[in-house]
């Protein structure tokens, strides 16, 4: 496979918002995709889930905080049930910086 030479702007939009698709269809990237409050959260990774996201990649370390030193929502487990009610499965990765 040859490195791209030069780059487009992805004409498939994300499927929510603070994500970019950085290859269309294939990996999307972004910021956190938990949520605090519940019904947001369940929207976002049923979103995520709806793109064929599948595979998460965590930069996080497990008890990171946030500005206000609260925990961040777990989502790996809500994306794990989701897969599994739909007869799929998704990997969760982490790796801390």
Not at 38 to 54: F, T, Y
Request: with cysteine.
């Amino acid at each position: 496979m040859n490195p791209p030479t030069s780059f487009t702007v992805p004409a498939l939009l994300p499927p929510c918002s603070r994500t970019y698709w950085l290859v269309e269809h294939a990996i999307l990237a972004g910021a956190f995709p938990g949520k605090p409050e519940p019904a947001e959260h369940r929207q976002r990774v049923e979103s995520l889930h709806g793109a064929g996201i599948r595979t998460f990649i965590n930069l996080q370390e497990e008890c990171e905080t946030n500005v206000a030193k609260q925990k961040f929502a777990r989502y790996d487990d809500s994306f794990r049930q989701l897969a599994a009610d739909q007869g799929g499965c998704i990997s969760h990765l982490r790796f801390p910086i």
